[in-house]
């Protein structure tokens, strides 16, 4: 894990590493059958930042998140947990790292079959001897700590969305991670449910210090949080940095994102002038 | 130079809109150099009708006609502007038509593909009960007593109402034919061995794969959708290990209760039948039954029912596991795993056929 933290297809000016990488990609491609959703992506995430991958959508943020949480393995590259190849390590190894993280999915990916409750606690009653009064104290700990206490006992097809991802939030860290992952946090959430999210994911941070990886297309969200930021455009890294660095770099294309502007090579507009009669 | 002028009246929306690329193709057909499209009297228009005027614009590009549009209002220049009119005439591809080894590959690689992840579930399933126990993983009874209610004890009331009906079919068509030798009687031997040895393991496990392997099929498939299983992986929770063991052990478990059930009550129909109608008495039918059956047939149906069962649940769950696309996926799993599951029990029926001759030959 010595390797400097040259990443991305731009210098960053992050000449000295002080931290310790927790997760790297390396030269991370994947395509799937004809086309190619990540090209050649690297980039290092360090223990206890807050490190969001921002890009549009069909950009392959989450195809990078599935890589790094260990879900699926890239077509081509590597992915590396505190210097161990995940996808080389074999299926104990990926078993203790995955105790290791937490995954908040997009949509919740709670089991429908399971109150709220038991969905938190799953993770904990079967991968620990807890006896059964401590699991679901922790379980409705973590409840509180989303707001969810009240929804304990029901189902989650009764939940509202924001409820659904909160807990999916309080499932993800049940087993008290050193790192975990959110697949678009706050999409499809109210302004202020997400800026209830987006607080979570930094109050969380510096309790815990947990590595909090966050994939978004939420602008001010990634902004809130991020103590770094990759951007990703077709599959590539076009920036990545701090997050003040990135959100005034000079590239157009990243410029163009930032400030939501549609692209200036976009053909819309009015070329149906050239079937006009002058 | 040959030119034309197709006029468009007050409105060109998609009650009008046929009219103009009527006029579009006739003109166009008559090759002249150039077409010029009025717009100026239109007052309203809907994106249908500015959609038969990009039409016009890509077909009589395709054959070479200039087509100029004249007095477009803002209103019009505002929708033309939202979409690229160039990027609409561009023609799409043409769909290349693959070869027929690729076709034949297309056909063949599902196919394979769930033949595979059959045999992978399989293994995985025996070792999560076999030898998984050993080292202290334990099989989840809890989960596989609620799928035993789902598979076992719903499926009871139609196993019973197709074993009594099947049971009176087999001693009507048994008894017509050995009524011709006076041999009623016999009605209790056919009725009892084709049951017990093929019919009951055969039509239990049919009834199993029609409602259990497609529930399986599609509840593990929207789970695959709504990314619950990913969610089990990432805890570190073994999908087949917690969700599929339960669902195999007790779709085994429910094929041979509800197997031997059908046995019983097919033979309390074909009973039924011989009373009422061949007046063969209740004691007399039970006594000849007793005498055609034995008991290493009533074992060997067990573990065939046993296999069918264990067939049924692996199938339905495997193909859950590996739906893909949808919705849609979830309705073409579950219909491949009922036609799978089904296809499988009559091989693995023949397999046990077979085997029995080879013994006792």
Not at chain 1, 148 to 175: E, N, Q, T, V, Y
Not at chain 2, 326 to 349: E, M, P, Y
């Amino acid at each position: 894990m010595n390797a400097p933290a040259t990443v991305g297809g731009r210098a960053h000016g992050q000449a000295r590493r002080t931290t310790y990488d927790l997760v790297r990609a390396l030269a991370v491609s994947t395509a799937f059958g004809d086309r190619q959703v990540l090209q050649g992506v690297d980039l290092a995430i360090r223990r206890g930042e807050v490190f969001v991958v921002m890009g549009p959508s069909g950009c392959g943020k989450t195809t990078l998140l599935r890589h790094l949480c260990g879900l699926q393995p890239p077509t081509l590259g590597a992915v590396f947990v505190d210097g161990i190849d995940i996808f080389a390590a074999g299926a104990a190894a990926m078993k203790r790292l995955r105790l290791r993280s937490g995954l908040s999915f997009q949509g919740g990916a709670l089991l429908g079959s399971l109150s709220v409750l038991d969905n938190v606690a799953l993770p904990l009653r079967e991968n620990t001897t807890l006896p059964e009064r401590v699991i679901r104290e922790t379980a409705r700990m973590k409840l509180d700590m989303v707001g969810l206490l009240h929804a304990a006992d029901l189902l989650p097809s009764s939940l509202s969305g924001g409820m659904k991802k909160r807990a999916a939030i309080a499932r993800a860290i049940a087993m008290d991670p050193e790192i975990v992952f959110f697949d678009e946090p706050s999409a499809g959430l109210d302004p202020i449910t997400a800026a209830e999210v987006d607080n979570l994911i930094c109050k969380l941070n510096q309790v815990f210090g947990i590595t909090m990886v966050v994939v978004t297309h939420d602008l001010p969200s990634a902004y809130a949080i991020a103590d770094r930021i990759v951007v990703l455009l077709d599959g590539k890294v076009a920036a990545l940095g701090p997050r003040d660095e990135v959100w005034h770099a000079a590239d157009r294309r990243i410029r163009d994102f930032i400030e939501r502007r549609i692209p200036t090579d976009d053909a819309r507009g009015m070329d149906v002038a050239a079937h006009m009669e002058i | 130079m040959k030119h034309a002028t197709i006029k468009v009246g007050t409105a060109l929306d998609r009650g009008s809109v046929g009219q103009l690329m009527l006029d579009l193709d006739r003109e166009v057909r008559a090759r002249p150099d150039r077409v010029t499209v009025d717009l100026g009297a239109v007052e309203a228009f809907d994106s249908t009708g500015l959609g038969g005027v990009v039409d016009g614009l890509r077909r009589a590009g395709e054959q070479g006609v200039e087509i100029k549009l004249r007095g477009l209002s803002q209103p019009m220049l505002d929708l033309f502007s939202l979409v690229s009119v160039q990027r609409l005439c561009t023609p799409a591809p043409a769909l290349v038509r693959p070869d027929p080894i690729t076709r034949l590959g297309a056909f063949v690689e599902p196919l394979l593909d769930s033949i595979q992840s059959v045999l992978a579930t399989a293994a995985e399933t025996a070792h999560a009960v076999f030898v998984a126990p050993l080292r202290g993983e334990r099989v989840r009874l809890d989960r596989t007593t609620i799928e035993v209610d789902h598979s076992a004890v719903g499926a009871l009331p139609i196993v019973v109402l197709i074993s009594f009906l099947l049971g009176l079919i087999l001693a009507m068509q048994a008894y017509v034919q050995l009524r011709v030798w006076g041999a009623e009687i016999y009605v209790a031997d056919m009725v009892g061995v084709s049951v017990l040895t093929e019919i009951g393991p055969l039509m239990t496990a049919i009834v199993l794969a029609a409602r259990s392997a497609s529930s399986n099929a599609a509840q593990l498939g929207a789970m695959v959708v709504g990314e619950e299983i990913d969610a089990l992986r990432q805890m570190g929770i073994h999908p087949v290990r917690f969700l599929v063991v339960p669902k195999v052990l007790a779709c085994a478990f429910a094929a041979v209760a509800l197997s031997v059930i059908f046995d019983v009550v097919a033979m309390a129909g074909g009973a039924l039948f011989a009373w009422a109608v061949a007046g063969i008495e209740v004691g007399a039918y039970q006594e000849q039954t007793r005498q055609a059956l034995h008991l290493a047939d009533f074992l060997v149906a067990s573990v065939k029912a046993l296999s069918f069962g264990a067939c049924v649940g692996v199938v339905g769950c495997a193909l859950g596991m590996r739906v893909q696309g949808g919705s849609q996926g979830v309705g073409r799993v579950t219909t491949n795993a009922v036609v799978l599951s089904i296809f499988l029990i009559i091989l693995i029926d023949a397999a046990f056929v077979t085997m029995q001759r080879m013994v006792l030959s």
